[in-house]
């Protein structure tokens, strides 16, 4: 009885079941409304995608062989050293100063090439560094939200290999 009392009162102040089922309704679909304008609005500014040879860039750059050039004539110093240690090591009969030759020059020459390939590390890393500002900062003037290696995408997104090459030493 009670329970019947309280709905006849909720009737009374004009809050009928069918009255709360059409404003359940229209909140719905206002609410489903508002959602869809948003999808709408959000799917009409497709993404640009760019996508970059990083191995063209790579070998197209001045810094990257003048690297490979200097990175030579180190290998050339560091292989003269080798020989003149072997002929200076092949010239001494006693065992003794053989030893201290060869230990001698194994420490000079691992520590030739520790150097050499810190250096080249080093120049490489920022080379790879002015590579990426230089993708970076043109991407961004050319308004693209993404840029991928080119060797990773299969299908899609504008080359702009020849676009960023252009700016890079």
Request: proline share 2%.
């Amino acid at each position: 009885m009670r329970f019947r009392a309280n709905i006849l009162a909720g009737q009374k102040k004009g809050f009928t079941m069918t009255k709360k089922i059409s404003f359940l309704f229209i909140c719905l679909m206002a609410f489903a409304l508002g959602y869809s304008i948003n999808n709408i609005a959000i799917s009409d500014t497709a993404p640009k995608i760019a996508v970059v040879d990083v191995q063209t860039l790579i070998q197209n750059s001045s810094q990257v062989k003048q690297l490979k050039a200097d990175q030579e004539k180190k290998i050339v110093e560091m292989q003269n050293t080798i020989k003149k240690a072997q002929d200076e090591i092949s010239k001494e009969k006693d065992p003794a100063k053989v030893a201290a030759l060869e230990e001698k020059y194994r420490s000079q020459i691992n520590a030739q090439k520790v150097a050499l390939d810190k250096e080249y590390n080093d120049k490489l890393t920022k080379i790879d560094t002015e590579i990426r500002a230089n993708v970076i900062e043109k991407a961004k003037s050319l308004n693209y939200c993404l840029v991928l290696p080119k060797s990773m995408v299969l299908y899609g997104g504008e080359d702009i290999t020849d676009v960023i090459a252009k700016g890079i030493k």
